[in-house]
């Protein structure tokens, strides 16, 4: 498994995920769940990718621009999750900020799938792919584990 391979695992659980709250009503306990399960998806994944993806990527000229534009996405992903945990499950707004959230997902996946990692394979050697691969997944886990 290379880095590319761990991230899109993660990707695809959570353009499920915010497919699925979109698609919630009210105050339900559906919709609770799937914004917690989606919370904790995005911060786990942040938290491996900017140490084992992004860092990596600031030490070459070529990546550096794209690694910190990525790094600043998930500060937008997080300010939008901010909102939606203070504001009420049923109001009309919280789900105006889910869509909100669900389209800078979206885009967020896909400039990584279709730029970063295009880019950053011309940096990256096949082993630091590797490598990176094991250190996301287990730093992954382990903050999946803490969040449960």
Excluded: C
């Excluded at 959570?14 to 339900?28: F, M, N, P, V, Y």
């Excluded at 993806?53 to 937008?76: K, S």
């Excluded at 300010?79 to 389209?103: C, F, M, Q, V, Y």
Aim: charge should be negative; hydrophobic fraction near 40%.
């Amino acid at each position: 498994m290379n880095i590319y391979e761990a991230l899109r695992a993660s990707h695809k659980i959570q353009r499920e995920l915010a497919d699925a709250l979109i698609e919630t009503k009210g105050a339900s306990d559906e919709r609770s769940q799937l914004f917690t399960q989606l919370k904790h998806e995005l911060e786990a994944h942040a938290v491996g990718e900017e140490r084992y993806f992004y860092v990596p990527l600031m030490m070459h000229d070529m990546t550096m621009p794209h690694a910190r534009h990525g790094i600043a996405e998930h500060h937008t992903l997080d300010d939008l999750i901010e909102t939606l945990e203070t504001t009420e499950l049923n109001a009309p707004s919280w789900l105006i900020n889910a869509r909100k959230l669900h389209d800078e997902v979206y885009h967020h996946l896909e400039e990584e799938e279709k730029t970063i990692f295009q880019i950053s394979g011309k940096v990256l050697t096949d082993e630091q792919k590797a490598n990176l691969a094991g250190d996301y997944q287990a730093e992954y886990e382990r903050f999946m584990a803490k969040l449960v």
